[in-house]
């Protein structure tokens, strides 16, 4: 498996990928040398609190080697040439090496944070795609532009905002998804697939594998060709003192993802409807202190993946190794000692 990691690795709470102080942005270029030096394949932005793209312009400055991508960048709220122009950059600025994950985000942010009118979403992030590889042709093969769908109508390229042809223009495209539509879609027309970290073993093989073989058939594709990448949810830690406090934290974690309804796919596979309808309408009361209580053992050992420094590796190659090509793992590199033991990690995993 090839191993990414969310930066910056020096600032984040063991498996959970939260910052422990206010993020500063001129920690990324750093941090995307330090992983570059401590062996990862590469380093992921998630949309949340910065502009990825930005980001990733950083570490791309700073590193030669490393792969480069954006985890979820949201692609709906933005226009596609403007994802394209985006993505077009920074391949250019890391000689290749970025790869493009798109996400669309729900109906309640698209609509009251973004204020975008809602539709459905694997049939929209079809139409993306197809507009975004198309002004991609456009600058590369010196080719008009023209793509027509139901969501957009694009035939206007002039050259003052045409930025040419590129050494490396095979953009890889990821698609963040976890139902049965969207697997889909990325095995019709995605480079890979990044899928939740609520998606367990047994949801992995009962559910995305066969929708990715049905999309893929769908276009005549090789469904080995995709690569399927996984985030999991993981708490580990180098002592079992240390694992227990950040256990803790997992518990709750898990508890937030049993309580939100898209995630609900994974938990009633597993037989556990009537719990996460139980914990939607904690959620819905705001009884937050209440919603961990729902989350037992064998739920946390099922969806989470937990185990001190010298065994977390051995457990996720158990649960992963045989379905994942590429798989995100970070621990908190603070001093040599952390540093030693991620690259023996990072060894066993690879």
């Keep these: 498996m090839l191993v990414e990691s969310l930066l910056p690795l020096g600032k984040l709470d063991p498996g959970l990928r939260e910052p422990d102080r206010?993020?500063?942005?001129g920690d990324f270029a750093a941090g995307a040398r330090q992983a570059e030096e401590l062996g990862l394949g590469a380093v992921l932005v998630e949309e949340t609190k910065d502009d990825p793209f930005q980001l990733l312009a950083l570490g791309a400055s700073t590193t030669t080697a490393i792969g480069l991508g954006t985890s979820v960048a949201m692609a709906f709220p933005r226009s596609p040439t403007v994802t394209a122009m985006s993505a077009w950059s920074l391949?250019?600025?890391?000689?290749?090496?970025?790869?493009?994950?798109?996400?669309?985000?729900?109906?309640?942010?698209?609509?009251?944070?973004?204020?975008?009118?809602?539709?459905?979403?694997?049939p929209w992030m079809r139409d993306y795609i197809g507009a975004m590889r198309a002004v991609w042709r456009c600058w590369q093969d010196r080719s008009p532009l023209s793509?027509?769908?139901?969501?957009?109508?694009?035939?206007?390229?002039v050259p003052l905002f045409d930025p040419g042809p590129i050494d490396h223009p095979n953009i890889p495209v990821h698609i963040a998804a976890i139902g049965p539509n969207m697997c889909a879609l990325a095995g019709e027309l995605g480079d890979g697939v990044r899928l939740h970290p609520v998606c367990t073993p047994a949801f992995i093989d009962q559910k995305v594998l066969p929708s990715l073989a049905e999309g893929a058939a769908r276009a005549g594709r090789d469904v080995?060709?995709?690569?399927?990448?996984?985030?999991?949810?993981?708490?580990?830690?180098?002592?079992?003192?240390?694992?227990?406090?950040?256990?803790?934290?997992?518990?709750?974690?898990?508890a937030?993802?049993?309580?939100?309804?898209?995630?609900?796919?994974?938990?009633?596979?597993?037989?556990?409807?009537?719990?996460?309808?139980?914990?939607?309408?904690?959620?819905?009361?705001?009884?937050?202190?209440?919603?961990?209580?729902?989350?037992d053992d064998e739920m946390l050992h099922t969806v989470a993946t937990i185990g001190t420094y010298d065994e977390i590796a051995v457990k996720l190659n158990e649960r992963y190794a045989d379905r994942v090509d590429r798989i995100e793992f970070s621990i908190p590199v603070r001093d040599e000692g952390d540093a030693?033991?991620?690259r023996s990690i990072l060894g066993d995993l690879a």
């Design 22 to 25: 206010p993020l500063f942005i």
């Design 91 to 122: 391949q250019k600025l890391s000689g290749g090496r970025f790869v493009l994950g798109l996400g669309t985000q729900v109906r309640a942010h698209m609509q009251r944070r973004f204020g975008i009118e809602w539709s459905a979403p694997a």
């Design 147 to 157: 793509f027509e769908s139901e969501h957009y109508s694009l035939d206007l390229m």
């Design 224 to 254: 080995d060709a995709i690569e399927l990448c996984m985030k999991p949810l993981i708490g580990t830690a180098g002592t079992q003192g240390e694992l227990e406090r950040v256990t803790a934290t997992v518990r709750a974690r898990v």
């Design 256 to 295: 937030f993802y049993l309580s939100t309804p898209s995630y609900r796919r994974t938990f009633d596979l597993h037989g556990w409807h009537d719990i996460a309808r139980k914990a939607s309408q904690l959620s819905r009361e705001q009884r937050w202190d209440d919603l961990t209580g729902l989350v």
């Design 340 to 342: 030693e033991a991620y």
